[in-house]
């Protein structure tokens, strides 16, 4: 038995295996989680469904639109009439445009601050009331991914840690909200993984580089670093955690420069 036998858990924001969401993914099938998996549109679908060929158990594919609120009730309506609840919702959504990764944060547009924010911090919100009524009573978990960003300047992250900060202060407000409904809301804050959507930010490999020089375990982290973490928030282990942010970056976090 897995310490998630038994347990449903939706997981949107799988794009290959670079993903943080893949790592999660691969932690919980082996933990025995029956997988829902959220995908963007018809091309993504194909890339995990490839992906997911090899699962023991074969996870359910929906197709969902984060920043469409009646797509994200058909999403759940799917769900609903596939399983008899939700007890975990991960949601490892991030986008902004490439031009504003980059230069003067000065310079950051409203049509790429607006669409960074609606994707990577408010369909948190939009996704968590979705999942609600398939949730209620089960003890359930939602996990977001943040990053150092959110709280110190990373050169050429700008637009991102901005939305990445609304992502943990929802984090926080949705802890609140939903703790009553028997909902646990946390946030993970990983250190830098290659990911495609990192690979972006300019001077990503210099971050890496720091991280594996002064962080004090001396090295990067892993997407199973994450996934294990995940793992802990989304099983019964950490059923009295709701409302924080968990750093999973080899304590580069606790450093003052």
């Given at each position: 038995m897995g310490l998630?036998?038994?347990?449903?858990?939706?997981?949107?924001?799988?794009?290959?295996?670079?993903?943080?969401?893949?790592?999660?993914?691969?932690?919980?099938?082996?933990?025995?989680?029956?997988l829902v998996l959220g995908y963007q549109n018809e091309r993504m679908g194909k890339a995990?469904?490839?992906?997911?060929?090899?699962?023991?158990?074969?996870?359910?594919?929906?197709?969902?639109?984060?920043?469409?609120?009646?797509?994200?009730?058909?999403?759940?309506?799917?769900?609903?009439?596939?399983?008899?609840?939700v007890?975990?919702?991960?949601?490892?959504?991030?986008?902004?445009?490439?031009?504003?990764?980059?230069g003067h944060f000065r310079d950051t547009s409203w049509e790429g601050y607006a669409l960074a924010q609606q994707v990577s911090a408010y369909s948190?919100?939009?996704?968590?009331?979705?999942?609600?009524?398939?949730?209620?009573?089960r003890d359930a978990s939602?996990?977001?991914?943040?990053?150092?960003?959110?709280?110190?300047?990373?050169?050429?992250?700008?637009?991102?840690?901005?939305?990445?900060?609304?992502?943990?202060?929802?984090?926080?407000?949705?802890?609140?909200?939903?703790?009553?409904?028997?909902?646990?809301?946390?946030?993970?804050?990983?250190?830098?993984?290659?990911t495609v959507s990192a690979m972006g930010v300019s001077g990503f490999k210099d971050i890496l580089d720091t991280v594996a020089e002064r962080a004090p375990l001396r090295r990067n982290i892993s997407q199973e670093d994450v996934g294990n973490t995940a793992l802990f928030l989304l099983s019964d282990l950490g059923r009295a955690i709701t409302g924080q942010t968990i750093y999973v970056d080899s304590g580069y976090s606790i450093l003052g420069t």
């Open positions: 998630l036998s038994d347990k449903t858990v939706v997981i949107f924001g799988i794009a290959n295996k670079r993903s943080i969401a893949w790592g999660i993914a691969q932690v919980a099938a082996r933990e025995g989680a029956r995990v469904e490839k992906l997911v060929e090899d699962f023991p158990q074969k996870p359910l594919l929906v197709e969902c639109d984060v920043t469409n609120d009646e797509l994200i009730a058909e999403c759940f309506a799917k769900i609903k009439a596939e399983c008899d609840g007890d975990g919702l991960v949601h490892s959504i991030a986008t902004a445009k490439r031009e504003e990764l980059g948190l919100i939009s996704l968590s009331r979705g999942a609600l009524p398939l949730m209620q009573g939602v996990i977001c991914m943040s990053y150092y960003g959110a709280e110190r300047v990373v050169e050429g992250y700008n637009v991102m840690g901005v939305a990445k900060a609304a992502l943990e202060a929802n984090t926080r407000y949705l802890a609140n909200d939903l703790g009553p409904e028997g909902v646990r809301v946390n946030a993970i804050s990983a250190g830098p993984i290659k």
